[in-house]
């Protein structure tokens, strides 16, 4: 399908069995400072070869071993650091062909294009550049009225610009639509449509989109995803009944759901008005005066008041209202008592009365300790105490545990009181719990009084 020639890259065609259908693309090897002629909207691809750039780079070291170095390539607009907006560039991994792929617009007709392809060699770190030159040209009937865009699953961007893999494509497509002229357009990975990355697994492709155009209008089988019947089954995510899809099954996978078909007869052009270009000079505006090199002083007294003096006023202000608030509007002892009721008041004294009583009674208690708790000897002399009985386990005249009668003489110990300020705790609690209760039933013993 393909045939090469030192200054220029051939159109080839590529003929059928039902007659002589013009498939029209490009496709050249690179060579330093080639110059390449493809044709405005028609697929463009242009093979980056390793092996041609392994003569640019020294040999191994060891006669005799195969040369596989891993290169890497990069392709830029002359004087510029990327490339035009219509030209893309694939290269998967250093030791594969890259690829420089697009459609040409007819604004670029009659100017060429000059390409900077830079090799480099990972493991010398040497490159090697060259020039490409495309000179864009004209074709006749263009753009093509009808045009389609099909989106392919089980390819990749690479394997589809194969010279053999896109024939075939097309192949498949002419049989299907019948057209005298049929030419690819432009081929698109689906990652530069917004597609993600698929997982490694079962071999999966990111897809392709394909846009063919044609002379003639889209055959019935084109227009079958159309039909009500498949939109219903493309919106719950089901596979439309296609007729002509068994064509494309055996090596195409096609998406028939995200097909595209454009007529642009059909298609109303809209204009906008360029805006045209100024000298790039600016107005005249004066005479440019810089800024003073010497700065004035500034009186900093006004921020002081705004900053320091404002906030503490307000602040003193405000201060002397909780002051007088909390300090001279407080009712005193004597007025809470005037508004108090009597019984209430005799009540609270005799509450009062009877802690401090109690409190004088737990401090004077004195009780004997257990038996099982008396010292062996004198807390004040340091004597031994004797024993109450013998320790004579035969004889059970005597009881375990003598009544306080029978200790007259023994030492009285005062009681083990809990700490200070837990009895005093629990005693205000009563206290507490009883003025309650006398709060509760005050009208039924008014007169009574502690």
């Known amino acids: 399908m393909l045939c090469m020639s030192e200054k220029k890259s051939t159109i080839q065609s590529r003929r059928m069995a039902s007659g002589v259908v013009p498939i029209v693309t490009i496709l050249s090897k690179s060579h330093a400072d080639r110059n390449v002629y493809p044709s405005a909207g028609v ?14 780079f020294p040999p191994y070291p060891k006669p005799g071993d195969a040369s596989n170095d891993p290169i890497t390539f990069n392709t830029n607009l002359m004087g510029y650091p990327d ?6 560039y694939i290269q998967r991994t250093p030791h594969s062909d890259g690829v420089l792929y697009g459609s040409p617009t ?16 990972r493991r010398t770190f040497e490159t090697a550049r060259h020039n490409l030159i495309i000179n864009i040209m004209s074709t006749e009937d263009f753009p093509l009225p009808y045009q389609a865009e099909f989106f392919i699953k089980n390819m990749n961007v690479e394997e589809m610009l ?29 990652l530069d449509r917004g597609g993600r990355v698929p997982l490694p697994i079962n071999d999966l492709k990111e897809g392709v989109y394909v846009m063919v155009g044609a002379d003639v209008p889209f055959s019935s089988c084109l227009r079958e995803v159309e039909t009500p019947q498949n939109q219903l089954r493309c919106s719950q995510e089901m596979e439309p009944v296609i007729s002509c899809d068994k064509k494309f099954r055996a090596q195409f996978h ?15 052009p809209v204009h906008r008005e360029k805006a045209e270009p100024g000298t790039g000079i600016l107005p005249d505006m004066g005479e440019y005066k810089p800024p003073s090199e010497t700065l004035e002083s500034r009186d900093y ?22 002051g007088y ?5 407080r009712e005193g002892v004597e007025k809470r008592n005037m508004q108090t009721p009597d019984i209430q008041l005799v009540h609270h004294s005799s509450i009062q009365k009877s802690t401090k009583e109690l409190r004088s009674m737990s401090k004077n208690r004195e009780i004997s300790w257990p038996l099982s708790t008396l010292p062996v000897f004198h807390h004040v002399s340091g004597e031994v105490v004797p024993p109450i009985h013998r320790d004579n386990y035969e004889t059970t005249s005597m009881p375990l545990m003598q009544t306080q009668t029978n200790l007259q003489s023994q030492m009285q110990i005062p009681r083990q009181q809990p700490s200070g300020w837990l009895s005093e705790a629990i005693l205000d609690f009563l206290n507490v719990l009883y003025i309650y209760l006398n709060t509760l039933y005050s009208p039924y013993i008014q007169g009574y009084t502690i």
């Open 325 to 329: 608030s909390m300090c001279c509007r």
């Open 83 to 88: 490339r035009p907006g219509w030209l893309r």
């Open 301 to 322: 007294f006004a921020d002081f008041l705004i900053t320091l003096a404002v906030p503490s006023a307000v602040a003193l202000v405000l201060l002397l209202i909780l």
């Open 162 to 190: 194969a010279s053999e893999v896109l024939g075939d494509f097309l192949g498949a497509v002419k049989n299907v639509w019948q057209p005298e002229r049929l030419n690819a357009i432009n081929i698109t990975s689906a």
């Open 254 to 268: 096609i998406d028939w759901c995200k097909i595209s078909l454009v007529d642009i007869t059909k298609v109303v």
């Open 106 to 121: 007819s604004e670029l007709v009659g100017k060429p294009t000059v390409i900077e392809i830079t090799a480099y060699n």
């Open 43 to 56: 697929l463009f691809v242009h093979v980056l070869e390793r092996e041609y750039f392994k003569g640019e």
